[in-house]
């Protein structure tokens, strides 16, 4: 015990975790997506999932993706990058960073530019081209911000909460299983993505 713990989370996987923990709070039945902001000095400033706008009902707004525009969440839903910004507890996030599950938006990608954040770090992409990821894309790149993949960890590495009993476990091995599907990389292009 005199040496310190080896197998512990990197900064990285540390803010993702933080983001995808958050995804749990969404209550889309479809797609959860979290973020993480960090500032300069690697603080957490801000945190947020995709949900509906206070005050206003998850029951009496619907959530489906087809069908009358009206009549599905996208004109209701607020994304998970725009709550993290909206929430964060400091008025100056320039040069921060912000960890997201889900490749930002065109909308999202605006918020962040303006509110100066200065690298974005997401987990996973809807595959193909999508008009929404393509615009975000130039907007970010023409601003200067660095748009980077998650780097995931050589081997596997995976936490598990359990909320029963209040331990947590962060298991690491060696090998990479194939055979263990992972939902995020499969996320898949069939819905019209708008902000
Ligand atoms: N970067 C993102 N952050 C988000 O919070 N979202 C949210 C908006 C919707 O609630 C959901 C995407 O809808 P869909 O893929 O199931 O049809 O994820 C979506 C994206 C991707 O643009
Ligand atoms: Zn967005």
Same mark, same amino acid.
């Given at each position: 015990?005199?040496? %310190?713990?080896?197998?512990? !989370?990197?900064w990285?996987?540390y =803010?993702m #975790?933080? &983001? ?8 889309d039945?479809?797609?959860? @997506?979290? &973020?993480?902001?960090i ?8 945190? $947020?999932?995709n949900?509906l706008p ?6 009496? !707004? %619907?959530?489906?993706?087809t069908g ?8 209701? @839903?607020?994304?998970?990058?725009m ?12 040069g $921060?960073?912000?960890f997201?599950?889900?490749y ?6 605006? !918020?962040i530019?303006?509110s100066g954040?200065?690298?974005? @770090?997401?987990?996973?992409?809807? %595959? ?7 615009? #975000? ?6 601003a200067? @911000? +660095?748009?980077s993949? =998650? ?9 598990? +909460?359990? !909320?029963?009993?209040g331990?947590?476990?962060?298991d690491?091995s060696q ?6 599907p992972n939902p995020?990389?499969n996320i ?6 708008? &902000?």
């Amino acid at each position: 015990m005199s040496k %310190p713990r080896e197998d512990y !989370l990197s900064w990285d996987e540390y =803010f993702m #975790s933080i &983001a995808l923990l958050s995804s749990q709070r969404s209550k889309d039945p479809a797609t959860q @997506v979290g &973020a993480c902001i960090i500032n300069k000095k690697q603080r957490i400033v801000g945190i $947020g999932y995709n949900g509906l706008p206070h005050g206003c009902s998850d029951k009496e !707004l %619907p959530w489906g993706k087809t069908g009358d525009w009206m009549e599905t969440k996208y004109p209701y @839903v607020c994304h998970a990058e725009m709550n993290a910004i909206l929430n964060k507890n400091q008025a100056d996030i320039d040069g $921060g960073t912000i960890f997201t599950t889900l490749y930002p938006c065109n909308e999202c990608a605006k !918020l962040i530019i303006q509110s100066g954040i200065s690298k974005v @770090v997401y987990a996973n992409k809807k %595959p193909g081209s999508v008009p929404a990821f393509d615009a #975000s894309e130039r907007l970010l790149k023409m601003a200067g @911000v +660095i748009i980077s993949k =998650f780097d995931p960890p050589a081997s596997e590495k995976s936490l598990k +909460i359990d !909320l029963n009993t209040g331990s947590i476990s962060l298991d690491s091995s060696q090998q990479k299983s194939i055979s263990k599907p992972n939902p995020l990389q499969n996320i898949s292009n069939d819905s019209k993505i708008i &902000a």
